[in-house]
């Protein structure tokens, strides 16, 4: 669920960046009274600008998976997933059941929490964890590859990007957008789903359990994201005030 938030919301803050600076750079196309050709080099930059930035989503994308995992295996597997209560079977047409026996689906397992039996999906974490090693190493190998492709030919061709240009702009505060957007929701429903959580311990666990692990790991890795983006707009931007 956090990462569908988050994801919801860096589509949105992506279409509403692009958007405010397409409109930004069609005004100032209209009030020059001798508008330059589009270049080579400006499509170059804004396609770069572009795969950086989701790049970048997805990098806290699957560092979100592989928090989530990672907690399931030190709280345990409640913290990050939802269970299902058991219940033993019953007997049918007066035929005994052995008291071991279970009736489980595929990927299906039994764990006692509390001296009570849930139903937990044995794949979970490892998809979890797939999916998170495989995002986090795929963008961040593709991100690496646009850096040097910036440094060894874009830059050649449409000189250094000024981080007070347009195009710099839209891409550093669309990224604090969508970080300090999703720390805003992910905290306090994080926060709201560990107290419930630590009240409820020793409780028989249901369909409306908390499971903070979810919502923890979206926070933590947002935040930090936010953190990093709020500072260096801060100290970009500050000089240029001035």
Request: proline share 4%.
């Amino acid at each position: 669920m956090s990462t569908s938030i988050f994801l919801f919301i860096a589509g949105l803050m992506v279409f509403l960046g692009v958007l405010i600076g397409g409109v930004s750079f069609l005004t100032g196309r209209l009030k020059d009274s001798h508008p330059r050709k589009i270049s080579v080099g400006r499509i170059l930059q804004v396609y770069y600008y572009g795969i950086c930035l989701l790049s970048i989503v997805f990098i806290a994308t699957g560092l979100i998976s592989i928090l989530r995992a990672t907690m399931s295996y030190i709280g345990g597997y409640q913290f990050s997933y939802q269970v299902n209560n058991y219940y033993q079977p019953t007997p049918v047409d007066s035929k005994p059941i052995a008291p071991d026996a279970t009736y489980l689906g595929d990927n299906q397992s039994l764990i006692t929490i509390n001296s009570n039996q849930y139903i937990v999906n044995t794949t979970a974490q490892r998809e979890e964890l797939v999916i998170g090693v495989s995002l986090l190493v795929s963008s961040l190998i593709i991100f690496a590859l646009h850096i040097l492709l910036n440094i060894l030919f874009i830059k050649r061709i449409s000189g250094p990007v000024s981080p007070y240009s347009l195009i710099a702009k839209t891409y550093n505060f669309t990224l604090l957008a969508i970080f300090s957007l999703s720390s805003l929701i992910l905290i306090p429903t994080s926060i709201y789903q560990i107290v419930n959580y630590i009240l409820d311990n020793g409780k028989v666990i249901t369909y409306t359990s908390p499971v903070p692990g979810e919502y923890l790991s979206g926070a933590i890795i947002v935040s930090i994201f936010w953190l990093y983006y709020l500072v260096k707009c801060i100290a970009y931007y500050s000089k240029e005030s001035k």
